[in-house]
């Protein structure tokens, strides 16, 4: 699959399993909000875009489990809540600043900051180690 973001095509990968503590699970995309971990991929691939300035960030065609759920809900240090999806691939997200350890939800990976390319909004985290993904919070998302 491609998508054109400010004139680039990106291809998307097909599938990616990642070891480790955190295990990325095949291709899996929602058909609702309340069936977020149980839906396969069907014919309605659909733009997830940013709720600020609506650029597009990645695709539901994107999504992936990781621990066995596409979805999760955590907290920062500071106490704050945070619902979160996993996407394989986010094209329209940049990745900013020094890869941290320190309170990484996920076990065996590290995490930098995920922005809007056109807003530079707090979107999120990027998580690298066995396998990387997007973990974007759902308040900030636009499907």
């Known amino acids: 699959m491609a998508m054109t973001f400010h004139g680039q095509t990106v291809l998307f990968?097909?599938?990616?399993?990642?070891?480790?503590?955190?295990?990325?699970?095949g291709r899996r995309a929602p058909s609702s909000e309340s069936d977020q971990d149980s839906a396969e991929v069907g014919e309605n691939v659909r733009p997830i875009q940013?709720?600020?300035c609506s650029f597009?960030?990645?695709?539901?065609?994107?999504?992936t489990l990781v621990?066995?759920?596409?979805?999760?809900?955590?907290?920062n240090p500071a106490g704050i809540v945070f619902d979160i999806r996993c996407f394989y691939q986010a094209p329209g997200v940049r990745i900013v600043g020094e890869k941290s350890s320190e309170f990484s939800w996920f076990a065996g990976f590290v995490w930098q900051l995920g922005l809007c390319r056109a807003c530079r909004t707090?979107?999120?985290?990027?998580?690298?180690g066995p396998s990387t993904f997007h973990a974007l919070i759902v308040e900030k998302l636009i499907y």
Do not use: D, M
Not at 13 to 25: D, T
Not at 122 to 128: P, T
């Open 67 to 75: 621990n066995g759920r596409h979805r999760h809900v955590f907290f």
């Open 50 to 52: 940013c709720a600020l």
């Open 122 to 128: 707090h979107l999120g985290w990027f998580f690298s």
């Open 13 to 25: 990968r097909k599938l990616r399993e990642g070891p480790g503590n955190a295990k990325i699970q």
């Open 56 to 63: 597009p960030l990645t695709t539901t065609s994107e999504t």
